[in-house]
């Protein structure tokens, strides 16, 4: 008998094991049916005051309105720098190492210095990663490191760069510091980590054209940024780019951000002359696929040379008859996706700019809104625009300037919103 209750016991204790488990399964099935089908649209919104171009860090959610394609949606996310949830950051800053532009600066200890010593008082959890263009002067683009926490390695990352400017930028111009010793012939930019080689790809981003065509763009496994291009009629052109061209770099950077930290707040910050030669629709496409991946884009623009800004009259006329931008570039992309730009001239300058882009890259707000089960993707993308109101001491209504991208592409639906990016995806939505 006493055999028998102890077998009934555990017989018993069996079934509420199961019942426990499909319980736990339903549940478990429950959440991911509600993920698979919730499609919500995240973004990231700076708020400042029109006057005194401070962030303003204390609204609620009932003090901003996301319109999309001009119609209100109610918000169904809300996260703000300081409260639990929020997003660390992945941050990749793009170093323009050209020899008569940025080079001319980024040459210098003093300034990298700076610029290691505002990262390394990022919050623990934030990442940085580092490419530079023009390495040596050849026209090729690397990494210098992938993402990592640790600042050292940051640092050490920096501390390479004026060897990496090419051998010509080595006289010195009038009042610009020293010249770097000439770099050594074995001199390589820090491996990648092995993490996050790309030895499958990294995953494509598909726009949609205004002719009816398509732009497909990923990037290869030997490096390479390929374009390919499909129209109408299935007529298919393919571009292949190694060199450190502006679309190709901001794709690049974004799509590893994508792949390799896809919850994160994904930024790209980019150091140069402001002086960056590309064809619009290049331009354009670069910006659509920032807008559709979410990823901030902001610029540190240094001093020009006296040279170009005297022609700027003449080159901006001839570009637009080319149907190419000079310059200009990063303040249009920024304005685009919530990012902004700041112009440095001093070496003061560089620590206090890129604290200042880094402080509004934390201290945004996050905003979603859900899309009915009625939206679907379309290829196509829907404007944004987001308000918020807020009130002075006094009660009186404060006038503010929001930053935000302009922009979004539905999610994809069901199987292919599963996946961040792959070796081949459909698109990459958010």
């Given at each position: 008998m006493i055999k028998h209750k102890f077998l009934l016991s555990i017989f018993t204790f069996a079934m509420l094991l199961s019942g426990f488990a499909c319980v736990k399964a339903q549940e478990v099935a429950a959440d991911e049916a509600v993920r698979v089908r919730t499609r919500v649209v995240f973004l990231d919104a700076l708020v400042r005051d029109k006057r005194t171009g401070s962030a303003i860090p204390d609204l609620k959610e009932k003090d901003f309105e996301v319109l999309a394609d001009g119609r209100a949606r109610p918000l169904s996310y809300f996260n703000r720098e300081g409260e639990a949830g929020r997003r660390?950051?992945?941050?990749?800053?793009?170093?323009?190492?050209?020899?008569?532009?940025?080079?001319?600066?980024?040459?210098?200890?003093?300034?990298?210095?700076?610029?290691?010593?505002?990262?390394a008082k990022l919050p623990p959890e934030d990442e940085v990663a580092l490419m530079a263009l023009d390495v040596g002067g050849t026209g090729r683009r690397e990494w210098l490191t992938r993402f990592t926490r640790d600042r050292a390695q940051v640092l050490s990352a920096m501390s390479i760069v004026p060897l990496l400017v090419a051998e010509g930028a080595s006289v010195p111009e009038p009042a610009e510091g020293n010249p770097p010793p000439p770099p050594p012939a074995d001199?390589?930019?820090?491996?990648?980590?092995?993490?996050?080689?790309?030895?499958?790809?990294?995953?494509?981003?598909?726009?949609?054209?205004?002719?009816g065509s398509v732009t497909i763009k990923y990037v290869n496994k030997d490096g390479a940024m390929v374009t390919k291009t499909v129209t109408k009629d299935g007529t298919e052109t393919t571009d292949t780019d190694y060199g450190f061209e502006f679309s190709a770099a901001i794709h690049e950077a974004a799509l590893l951000t994508i792949a390799e930290r896809p919850n994160s707040q994904a930024a790209l910050l980019w150091v140069s002359d402001g002086i960056s030669p590309v064809e619009y629709k290049d331009r354009d496409q670069a910006e659509a696929s920032l807008i559709q991946m979410n990823v901030i884009f902001s610029a540190l623009v240094t001093e020009m040379k006296t040279g170009f800004k005297l022609f700027k009259p003449i080159l901006k006329p001839l570009g637009n008859w080319a149907g190419i931008g000079i310059y200009g570039t990063s303040q249009h992309v920024a304005g685009q996706t919530g990012g902004e730009v700041v112009s440095v001239r001093r070496p003061e300058d560089y620590a206090s700019g890129l604290q200042k882009i880094v402080g509004n890259l934390t201290g945004r707000y996050s905003l979603g809104f859900t899309l009915a089960e009625t939206e679907h993707d379309d290829g196509q993308m829907h404007t944004l625009e987001v308000r918020a109101r807020a009130r002075d001491a006094k009660g009186k209504e404060r006038k503010l300037i929001v930053a935000s991208r302009r922009g979004y592409f539905m999610p994809k639906d069901d199987e292919s919103a599963k996946s961040a990016v792959t070796k081949a995806p459909e698109s990459q939505n958010k």
């Open positions: 660390p950051l992945a941050l990749v800053i793009v170093l323009d190492l050209n020899r008569i532009g940025a080079g001319r600066f980024l040459r210098r200890t003093d300034i990298l210095e700076a610029m290691a010593n505002v990262l001199v390589q930019p820090i491996p990648a980590d092995n993490n996050a080689e790309k030895k499958e790809g990294t995953g494509e981003v598909k726009t949609g054209n205004k002719d």
